[in-house]
T-cell receptor
Framework: GESVGLHLPTLSVQEGDNSIINCAYSNSASDYFIWYKQESGKGPQFIIDIRSNMDKRQGQRVTVLLNKTVKHLSLQIAATQPGDSAVYFCAENGSVRNTPLVFGKGTRLSVIA | KAGVTQTPRYLIKTRGQQVTLSCSPISGHRSVSWYQQTPGQGLQFLFEYFSETQRNKGNFPGRFSGRQFSNSRSEMNVSTLELGDSALYLC?????????????FGEGSRLTVL
């Protein structure tokens, strides 16, 4: 079946450094991927998305990389700030049309000031 | 543009009771999805409604049900509550159905079952 997982459950990064959060997915037919950020006590917030016809997409301080060969997704945060401390989830849409997003279990990012 | 609104934000129930949670989507969004979030299982999909019709359903027992009204507002109900139902219940709205577009989440309803 479909599954979305993460390589590391927690990540501690020094303020100002770059952060890389990884995600593995099992469904090679998935064609849409999203990264969400969830701060304590809040609902998940959209960060960036990417479709399978792209390898890389950049936003403000964030970059998502998609490697379809090894079914790997990563989120890079440049110049990590204390406000980036949160749990980050990747999600994929699976292969069947109109199926819901499947979320990974999340990685907690802690920024050390 | 107002975001997704969920009520109540917090509630405490006892085993055997039932609970109803409400979600108002972003104006113009016709899709509403519900997710259960627990520390051990992450975000688990419950169901999705689009234009008052259930489009998708997750792997939850029949005690979990939902509906959507003509104004796109949605409710979910959990009957005969169990301790394991304690969780954050998240509602998300989208302009499109299924996993083809961005989901906009509310702040969630935190349910504690004693």
């Amino acid at each position: 079946g479909e599954s979305v997982g993460l390589h590391l459950p927690t990540l501690s990064v020094q303020e100002g450094d770059n952060s890389i959060i990884n995600c593995a997915y099992s469904n090679s037919a998935s064609d849409y991927f999203i990264w969400y950020k969830q701060e304590s006590g809040k609902g998940p917030q959209f960060i960036i998305d990417i479709r399978s016809n792209m390898d890389k997409r950049q936003g403000q301080r964030v970059t998502v990389l998609l490697n379809k060969t090894v079914k790997h997704l990563s989120l890079q945060i440049a110049a990590t700030q204390p406000g980036d401390s949160a749990v980050y989830f990747c999600a994929e849409n699976g292969s069947v049309r109109n199926t819901p997003l499947v979320f990974g279990k999340g990685t907690r990012l802690s920024v050390i000031a | 543009k107002a975001g997704v609104t969920q009520t109540p934000r917090y509630l405490i129930k006892t085993r055997g009771q039932q609970v109803t949670l409400s979600c108002s989507p972003i104006s113009g969004h016709r899709s509403v999805s519900w997710y259960q979030q627990t520390p051990g299982q992450g975000l688990q999909f419950l169901f999705e409604y689009f234009s008052e019709t259930q489009r998708n359903k997750g792997n939850f027992p029949g005690r979990f049900s939902g509906r959507q009204f003509s104004n796109s507002r949605s409710e979910m109900n959990v009957s005969t509550l169990e301790l394991g139902d304690s969780a954050l219940y998240l509602c998300a709205s989208s302009a499109t159905s299924g996993g083809s577009g961005e989901l906009f989440f509310g702040e969630g309803s935190r349910l504690t079952v004693l």
